[in-house]
């Protein structure tokens, strides 16, 4: 395995000196610098860390980055599989099953050995600015996430958490059809009953419901659920009320998540989990959900992968839902596959 010492970068801020790791989440509520990841799958992975400082994330440096070629990018459903797949949850639907499933897929293509995912941040931060964008470099534990996620999981300010939940994406605003909004108050209602669980009754709102957010080659729909944590309860209550993310699983959660392991052939890891930071000693953190994000999976060959899915509702055409994992991994497969060069062309 390549040596690439521990790092995590959130923004200008940078993480070095790594102290310890864990997977258990009473961590985050002790002392110190955290960097954050859990897999869809539930595996927790939280890195103390020594020095933090603020810093740019630094310009791309030619040479650095040696992404897959574009046309060896392979997809754990094909089109075929992911058109069918959706054809399955719409009968379930139909039978009563669940009301909607976010059905996703993972691409993954070859890289080299000595692939360091913290060259690919600085293409993103270039070619895909994102709010929420990250990236945690933990060889050792099997760790190296490079993030450029729009969408907020989970942010907490002492006793207030907030969750950001996206659903409606489109290329531009005109795109945005009332099954987006449905779909939207729909996992807006499931975030609000996961976070209710551990927050003071009543103390539950939406501020924002249905705000249209533009990011690089496409618009979201977004809303804010926000509430405040009962006394007893920390980060292991709140992960434990709101993980999996709802807006990349489904409603009823138990339901969608049953569904999810029937039709996926592929763990999604990182993708759909949560990527962050937490500062215990100032009781805050941020989440992003792990969409828009790549990972280096060494179990074997080296690769690349990278998640991308929909939300499927019995409004859902097939194709449609195809085409919308299409738009969300375009941009971003382009900007990993690309050179240096390319991507100064492409975003200068």
């Known amino acids: 395995m390549?040596?690439?010492?521990?790092?995590?970068?959130?923004?200008?801020?940078?993480?070095?000196?790594?102290?310890?790791?864990?997977?258990?989440?009473?961590?985050?509520?002790?002392?110190?610098?955290w960097a954050v990841c859990a897999d869809f799958e539930g595996r927790l992975t939280c890195a103390r860390f020594a020095d933090v400082r603020e810093e740019p994330v630094p310009a791309p440096v030619p040479?650095?980055?040696r992404g897959p070629a574009p046309d060896h990018w392979?997809?754990?459903?094909?089109?075929a599989a992911y058109t069918t797949a959706v054809r399955a949850i719409r009968?379930?639907?139909?039978?009563g099953d669940v009301y909607q499933v976010n059905l996703c897929r993972v691409l993954g293509a070859p890289v080299a050995p000595d692939t360091d995912v913290d060259a690919l941040t600085a293409l993103l931060a270039r070619?895909?600015?994102?709010?929420?964008?990250?990236t945690i470099r933990l060889p050792e534990h099997g760790v190296e996430i490079a993030t450029a996620s729009p969408e907020l999981f989970l942010r907490r300010a002492g006793r207030i958490v907030e969750s950001g939940p996206i659903k409606g994406t489109g290329r531009t605003e005109a795109d945005l059809t009332e099954k987006d909004r449905a779909e939207n108050v729909m996992i807006v209602d499931l975030v609000r009953n996961d976070i209710g669980r551990i927050c003071e009754p009543g103390s539950v709102t939406v501020p924002d419901l249905c705000a249209v957010e533009k990011h690089p080659g496409l618009v979201h729909l977004v809303s804010t659920v926000r509430g405040e944590l009962r006394e007893d309860a920390g980060w292991p209550?709140?992960?434990?009320?709101?993980?999996?993310?709802?807006?990349?699983?489904g409603a009823p959660k138990p339901s969608a998540l049953g569904i999810i392991a029937a039709l996926e052939t592929a763990p999604r890891g990182p993708y759909c989990g949560g990527i962050g930071w937490v500062d215990a000693d100032r009781g805050t953190g941020e989440l992003a959900v792990g969409i828009r994000s790549f990972w280096i999976d060494?179990?074997?060959?080296?690769?690349?992968?990278?998640g991308?899915?929909?939300?499927?509702?019995?409004?859902?055409?097939?194709?449609?839902?195809?085409?919308?994992?299409?738009?969300?991994?375009s941009r971003l497969l382009a900007v990993a596959s690309g050179s240096y060069e390319d991507t100064e062309r492409a975003f200068a």
């Open 2 to 33: 390549p040596h690439h010492p521990p790092l995590a970068r959130f923004g200008d801020r940078v993480a070095t000196g790594l102290l310890d790791v864990t997977s258990d989440p009473a961590a985050l509520d002790s002392a110190g610098f």
């Open 63 to 65: 040479g650095a980055w």
């Open 74 to 79: 392979t997809s754990s459903l094909d089109r």
């Open 91 to 95: 009968e379930h639907i139909a039978a």
């Open 127 to 134: 070619g895909n600015p994102a709010p929420y964008a990250g």
């Open 237 to 249: 209550e709140l992960l434990a009320a709101a993980f999996p993310p709802g807006s990349v699983t």
């Open 298 to 306: 060494r179990a074997g060959a080296t690769t690349l992968r990278f």
């Open 308 to 329: 991308t899915g929909a939300g499927i509702t019995w409004g859902s055409d097939p194709d449609r839902e195809w085409q919308e994992t299409e738009l969300k991994a």
